[in-house]
């Protein structure tokens, strides 16, 4: 077979349970989520104010967030923000805790802006009919996520399921000596043993667990590596002072890596050799030991958008605000690969199986994630500073993946309905609302804020089961907090801002599904805590 038809063949088996495709693997509806939230952007300035900056403008942070708040400059400015990003995951699995931890040292927020005066003084901008009195252009960088994250909890007695039972699911009705050959999830799991056909019955369809009755210790470990970045370039003007108008274009760019790692071990014996002529009520010929299944896949690519907006200037002590952010569209190829792992035990001891695929798939696709619409205040507290809030609109329900492949007979096409329904269904719409304050002192600036970025998922995708009774339906806090805080120094000719940023998060993922009826299907429940400290040094000239 050619290598797209492998592509596809491992592209249809990870995406054969809805559950599971919903949750950690690739090309599917959490790839859409994932890539569509944000978090507070632009220069320590704008994220000590919760990012609240679409009606303050001034700041060359607001190219992508408000472009209008570039016509408020009245000098070029050129400006550059390192970062040092350290957080937490506290993960709770059945009945065991574990707790991870992150670091990243970056420049997320570097920008220019180059600005042009109409007139030399108001007497010539009142004489004038041109009531443009000036523009900026503006060019930089801005980080918009940060994908950082490792979660671990080892332990985990599970009494009900396996892994293996997943992929027994996914076996049944092929045929065995199909399997053997085949370089799918269930062809591997057969190879290493984690599934198997009843005894002597090679001809069968039916397909078993290696752990089938559950009674076993889970481990599972979660790695996430990369970040979202947006390359800009702006344009605003100043009309009379009343009205400021603007627009940007953007070029972003993704880079994400997920390594899950998830193990078994059959630490009370449950799977004790015995002889296989011997009915004793299970099914497998070579017991289980221990297992590890490992799947790595990465996403890398880029998307273009655009945001265009407006800021009215009634009086001297209000700012009105209006953007709107098109969808991004991305081209992104995913990268993946996996390993099967077991010990088996027999008369003889224990021995090591391990499969892998022939080779690493690949898949390339698109992605459009939703519109955004953001309506700012700001009010002007004489020379004691401002107050200024946001509230930010999009639906997440508008998000579409796919398939780069146009060609519905080429082997790299994939039509991605049950995916794009998954979206439709289980997420929703949700308001970002952000504040923030700054007062001033002199040349010295404090400043405070905070942000609620609403879930984009709906409450049925949100609840689970409880792990410890199996009865009780609880529900993750899926909304992302912000506080956030930070000083500054205001000279003529730079200035020096300092913030901290405080976010956190609670999520669940599934590490397996099961579509029997009431199977139990474990559910790993993350609480991601971050925090950014951001330093801004900037020039004016």
């Given at each position: 077979?050619?290598?797209?038809?492998?592509?596809?063949?491992?592209?249809?088996?990870?995406?054969?349970?809805?559950?599971?495709?919903?949750?950690?693997?690739?090309?599917?509806?959490?790839?859409?989520?994932?890539?569509?939230?944000?978090?507070?952007?632009?220069?320590?300035?704008?994220?000590?104010?919760?990012?609240?900056?679409?009606?303050?403008?001034?700041?060359?942070?607001?190219?992508?967030?408000?472009?209008?708040?570039?016509?408020?400059?009245r000098s070029s400015v050129y400006s550059f923000s390192p970062t040092y990003s350290f957080g937490t995951v506290n993960s709770n699995f059945i009945d065991a805790s574990g707790s991870g931890n992150s670091r990243y040292f970056g420049m997320p927020n570097w920008g220019a802006a180059f600005t042009t005066m109409n007139y030399e003084n108001e007497e010539q901008?009142?004489?004038?009919?041109?009531?443009?009195?000036?523009?900026?252009?503006?060019?930089?960088?801005?980080?918009?996520?940060?994908?950082?994250?490792?979660?671990?909890?080892?332990?985990?007695?599970?009494?009900?399921?396996?892994?293996?039972?997943?992929?027994?699911?996914?076996?049944?009705?092929?045929?065995?000596?199909?399997?053997?050959?085949?370089?799918?999830?269930?062809?591997?799991?057969?190879?290493?043993?984690?599934?198997?056909?009843?005894?002597?019955?090679?001809?069968?369809?039916?397909?078993?667990?290696?752990?089938?009755?559950?009674?076993?210790?889970?481990?599972?470990?979660?790695?996430?590596?990369?970040?979202?970045?947006?390359?800009?370039?702006?344009?605003?003007?100043?009309?009379?002072?009343?009205?400021?108008?603007?627009?940007?274009?953007?070029?972003?760019?993704?880079?994400?890596?997920?390594?899950?790692?998830?193990?078994?071990?059959?630490?009370?014996?449950?799977?004790?050799?015995?002889?296989?002529?011997?009915?004793?009520?299970?099914?497998?010929?070579?017991?289980?030991?221990?297992?590890?299944?490992?799947?790595?896949?990465?996403?890398?690519?880029?998307?273009?958008?655009?945001?265009?907006?407006?800021?009215?200037?009634?009086?001297?002590?209000?700012?009105?605000?209006?953007?709107?952010?098109?969808?991004?569209?991305?081209?992104?190829?995913?990268?993946?690969?996996?390993?099967?792992?077991?010990?088996?035990?027999?008369?003889?001891?224990?021995?090591?199986?391990?499969?892998?695929?022939?080779?690493?798939?690949?898949?390339?696709?698109?992605?459009?994630?939703?519109?955004?619409?953001?309506?700012?205040?700001?009010?002007?507290?004489?020379?004691?500073?401002?107050?200024?809030?946001?509230?930010?609109?999009?639906?997440?329900?508008?998000?579409?993946?796919?398939?780069?492949?146009?060609?519905?007979?080429?082997?790299?096409?994939?039509?991605?309905?049950?995916?794009?329904?998954?979206?439709?269904?289980?997420?929703?719409?949700?308001?970002?609302?952000?504040?923030?304050?700054?007062?001033?002192?002199?040349?010295?600036?404090?400043?405070?804020?905070?942000?609620?970025?609403?879930?984009?998922?709906?409450?049925?995708?949100?609840?689970?089961?409880?792990?410890?009774?199996?009865?009780?339906?609880?529900?993750?806090?899926?909304?992302?907090?912000?506080?956030?805080?930070?000083?500054?120094?205001?000279?003529?000719n730079f200035f020096v801002d300092v913030s901290i940023v405080n976010w956190r998060q609670e999520d669940k993922v599934s590490p397996y599904s099961l579509s029997t009826p009431d199977s139990f299907q474990p559910n790993l429940v993350s609480n991601r805590i971050v925090n950014n400290i951001t330093a801004t040094i900037g020039f004016n000239y």
């Amino acid at each position: 077979m050619n290598k797209g038809f492998h592509t596809i063949q491992l592209l249809l088996t990870i995406l054969l349970l809805g559950g599971l495709s919903s949750n950690l693997f690739a090309q599917n509806e959490r790839d859409a989520y994932r890539h569509s939230q944000t978090i507070p952007t632009g220069s320590a300035r704008m994220m000590a104010m919760g990012g609240a900056y679409s009606a303050a403008g001034g700041d060359v942070g607001v190219s992508t967030i408000n472009p209008a708040g570039l016509g408020i400059f009245r000098s070029s400015v050129y400006s550059f923000s390192p970062t040092y990003s350290f957080g937490t995951v506290n993960s709770n699995f059945i009945d065991a805790s574990g707790s991870g931890n992150s670091r990243y040292f970056g420049m997320p927020n570097w920008g220019a802006a180059f600005t042009t005066m109409n007139y030399e003084n108001e007497e010539q901008a009142r004489r004038s009919r041109n009531k443009i009195k000036s523009y900026t252009i503006s060019f930089g960088h801005n980080q918009t996520e940060n994908y950082h994250r490792n979660s671990v909890v080892q332990g985990a007695f599970n009494q009900f399921s396996s892994i293996t039972n997943m992929f027994a699911e996914m076996a049944q009705g092929q045929d065995f000596n199909d399997l053997l050959g085949s370089s799918s999830f269930p062809g591997l799991a057969l190879q290493t043993f984690m599934i198997e056909v009843i005894a002597d019955q090679a001809d069968s369809l039916d397909y078993y667990g290696a752990a089938d009755r559950g009674m076993i210790e889970q481990t599972v470990q979660i790695q996430e590596r990369g970040k979202r970045n947006e390359w800009y370039g702006a344009v605003g003007a100043n009309i009379a002072d009343k009205l400021y108008i603007g627009g940007a274009v953007t070029w972003e760019r993704v880079r994400y890596q997920q390594n899950f790692t998830f193990s078994e071990a059959d630490i009370d014996n449950n799977y004790e050799v015995y002889d296989p002529f011997q009915f004793n009520g299970f099914p497998l010929e070579l017991p289980l030991s221990s297992l590890s299944f490992r799947d790595t896949f990465s996403t890398s690519g880029s998307g273009i958008g655009a945001t265009f907006g407006l800021i009215y200037r009634p009086s001297d002590a209000i700012r009105v605000a209006f953007s709107a952010k098109t969808p991004t569209f991305y081209t992104l190829t995913d990268f993946f690969d996996n390993s099967f792992t077991t010990v088996i035990e027999n008369n003889t001891g224990t021995e090591e199986i391990q499969a892998l695929p022939a080779e690493a798939g690949t898949f390339r696709y698109n992605l459009l994630t939703p519109f955004r619409l953001t309506g700012g205040l700001m009010l002007q507290l004489q020379k004691y500073g401002f107050l200024t809030a946001d509230l930010e609109y999009l639906d997440y329900r508008t998000s579409r993946l796919s398939s780069f492949e146009t060609n519905i007979n080429s082997p790299g096409y994939y039509s991605f309905s049950d995916e794009n329904a998954a979206i439709r269904n289980d997420y929703t719409s949700a308001l970002n609302v952000r504040v923030g304050a700054e007062g001033r002192f002199n040349i010295f600036r404090v400043r405070v804020g905070g942000a609620l970025y609403g879930t984009g998922l709906n409450a049925a995708s949100r609840e689970y089961v409880d792990d410890i009774d199996f009865t009780t339906q609880r529900s993750v806090n899926n909304n992302r907090l912000v506080l956030t805080g930070g000083l500054g120094i205001r000279q003529r000719n730079f200035f020096v801002d300092v913030s901290i940023v405080n976010w956190r998060q609670e999520d669940k993922v599934s590490p397996y599904s099961l579509s029997t009826p009431d199977s139990f299907q474990p559910n790993l429940v993350s609480n991601r805590i971050v925090n950014n400290i951001t330093a801004t040094i900037g020039f004016n000239y």
